[in-house]
């Protein structure tokens, strides 16, 4: 049996969710929703809605029109991703809901799946994404790919085909054929393009229109994971991994890693967050940063490509949303300001942080425990001759530190407020798609039009 063969048979003997994983799956699903939103009033692509030209089904997020699933899952996705705000399995480095939200959801709207049957869909696509990651880790990532956006078809057109219903040969094929759309690389951190924000969305259109195609006859290979020319032979440069992916199905349904992936406390690239906390704890207060000298940061090996090469760029980016990625800007924000938020990557730069940013350098860190878990270690310096050394073993929201229900509803309430949503709809949307017996996505459509 191929590989595909092994994972179609494992999710067509998959029980129904264990009631603590559908209700991490709602928690996630209404947490992307919400930064979605977010990013339509207060992110870099917030004309996206605007641009959509066609008509169909289903929810645009901040607008009253309706269009294609294809275009939905693009535009949507988008969104999503655009803030950086968005879940994160750490050890995987995977962007889960950015691309399985916006993709079961316009699979839902399309067919009129019920909502127990999308979420089921969009955990078991986060399992397997996950699984993706874990196979050769950081491995997409070294060659120069996002893996989220270069896995992200794959899961994705297995979450949209069970919602379609497809059977197991399509179903395979579906994930074969998902293969062709894999893409996504890192060149955007050269200039601070935006791009990034894309490549989840084009994910979950891949994930969309790759179970269309099959639907139209088009068939897609069986092995598409092995060998050199394979998934991960291409892409990871790791061929070996297809075996270790096969071994980890051997789990799926008993082990359920959605539980331990990382909610996002700030809007900015996920390995910055513990070094802001390490910020916080040397309790600065109004004009305190003035007394440090230097701040250090030891970087996981691993990290340094995306938060901290090019140095002096990191140091003084052009535009506030590209300091999204910039280790010095973000330890700067938090530093100078006491908080980062998401009026900090909007318009220019604040040249008081630029200037702070000059104070703050880095050195790699070979033995962090990067990619299982996302730790920071900062030093300062003061201007009395003193050193602090403050270490973040993990970052907030991970599986070692696990959000509860109260704080996620309580973000997607903040996202909303920033869409412009009433108390009352938030409320609404938040019973429909957590506390429901049966998840009433319609609500998102709802929801959408009203921010």
């Known amino acids: ?37 977010a990013a339509t009033r207060r992110g870099p692509v917030r004309e996206l809605p605007s641009t959509v030209a066609t008509t169909g089904p289903c929810t645009v997020l901040g607008a009253d029109t309706t269009t294609s699933p294809a275009e939905a899952a693009l535009v949507n996705g988008t969104l999503i991703h655009s803030l950086e705000y968005d879940d994160t399995h750490t050890g995987s480095v995977m962007h889960g809901s950015s691309v399985l939200a916006p993709a079961v959801l316009a699979a839902a709207e399309d067919t009129g799946a019920d909502g127990r049957q999308v979420i089921k869909a969009f955990a078991v696509g986060w399992e397997v994404l996950v699984r993706l990651g874990l196979a050769s880790p950081s491995g997409f990532q070294r060659v120069g790919f996002q893996g989220t956006s270069v896995a992200g078809p794959l899961a994705g057109a297995l979450a949209v085909g069970l919602i379609n219903g497809l059977d197991r040969e399509r179903l395979a094929d579906a994930i074969g054929l998902a293969a062709s759309f894999a893409a996504g690389n890192f060149t955007f951190l050269a200039s ?115 938060i901290a090469v090019r140095w002096e760029r990191k140091q003084s980016p052009e535009r506030a949303d590209e300091a999204r990625w910039s ?58 001759g003193s050193r602090q050394l403050v270490r973040i073993p993990d970052v907030d929201g991970n599986g070692s530190r696990p959000w509860d229900a109260t704080r996620v509803i309580a973000k997607f309430r903040d996202n909303c407020a920033a869409a412009g949503v009433d108390p009352a709809s938030m409320d609404s949307v938040t019973e429909a798609i957590v506390n429901a017996a049966q998840p009433d996505l319609a609500a998102v459509r709802r929801l959408a039009g009203r921010a």
């Not at 048979?9 to 992307?32: G, M, N, Q, T, Y």
């Not at 992936?261 to 809007?267: N, R, S």
């Open 327 to 384: 280790l010095p800007y973000v330890v700067a924000l938090q530093a100078v300001r006491g908080q980062v938020d998401l009026d900090d990557f909007v318009g220019e730069p604040d040249p008081e942080v630029v200037r702070f940013a000059q104070r703050v350098t880095w050195e790699p860190w070979p033995d962090s425990g990067y990619p299982a878990r996302f730790p920071a270690k900062l030093e300062a310096a003061w201007d009395d």
């Open 1 to 37: 049996m191929s590989v595909v063969d092994v994972l179609i048979d494992k999710v067509a003997d998959l029980p129904e969710l264990p009631p603590d994983i559908e209700a991490s799956a709602r928690l996630h699903f209404l947490d992307a929703v919400g930064v979605g939103l």
């Open 192 to 306: 601070g393009a935006t791009s990034k924000a894309a490549q989840a969305g084009i994910a979950a259109q891949a994930a969309v229109s790759a179970v269309r195609l099959v639907g139209g006859g088009v068939t897609g290979a069986r092995t598409v994971f092995e060998g050199e020319r394979g998934f991960f032979g291409l892409y990871a440069r790791d061929a070996a991994a297809a075996e270790r992916f096969q071994s980890s199905l051997e789990d799926l349904g008993t082990r359920w890693y959605l539980a331990e992936a990382a909610f996002k406390g700030l809007p900015c690239c996920h390995f910055l967050h513990p070094f802001v906390e390490a910020v916080a704890e040397l309790n600065l207060g109004p004009g305190g940063h003035e007394r440090l000298q230097r701040l250090t940061c030891h970087v996981p090996t691993g990290q340094e490509h995306v």
